[in-house]
Nanobody
Framework: QVQLVESGGGLVQSGGSLRLSCAPS????????MAWYRQPPGKERELVAA???????NYADSVKGRFTISRDNAKNTVYLQMNSLKPEDTAVYYC?????????WGQGTQVTVSS
């Protein structure tokens, strides 16, 4: 069974930066989209950023200009560079990977931004 392993979360002050990484425990073939979602306390899960195989990207309005999603197709790895972090970015961040057959989710990594 494939698991997505996330890393890079933690506690940071407002204005700081973090870089999240996500890699599968086993290779996933024919990946279409890789993405990051987040779930703030007491709120629903929302899309943060997504990237296709062709490197087209899509961002939530709230993170445009501050976050950058990238991927390494050879390693099946997706990254989220988060700059100029704000307290409202505090959430559990989830990695999401999709191919034509299945959607995979990571276990989530906590990001806390203090004011």
């Amino acid at each position: 069974q494939v698991q997505l392993v996330e890393s890079g979360g933690g506690l940071v002050q407002s204005g700081g930066s973090l870089r999240l990484s996500c890699a599968p425990s086993k290779i996933i073939f024919n990946i279409n989209t890789m993405a990051w979602y987040r779930q703030p306390p007491g709120k629903e899960r929302e899309l943060v950023a997504a990237i296709t195989t062709g490197a087209s990207t899509n961002y939530a309005d709230s993170v445009k200009g501050r976050f950058t999603i990238s991927r390494d197709n050879a390693k099946n790895t997706v990254y989220l560079q988060m700059n100029s972090l704000k307290p409202e970015d505090t959430a559990v961040y989830y990695c999401n990977v999709r191919n034509r057959i299945q959607t995979y989710w990571g276990q989530g990594t906590q990001v806390t931004v203090s004011s």
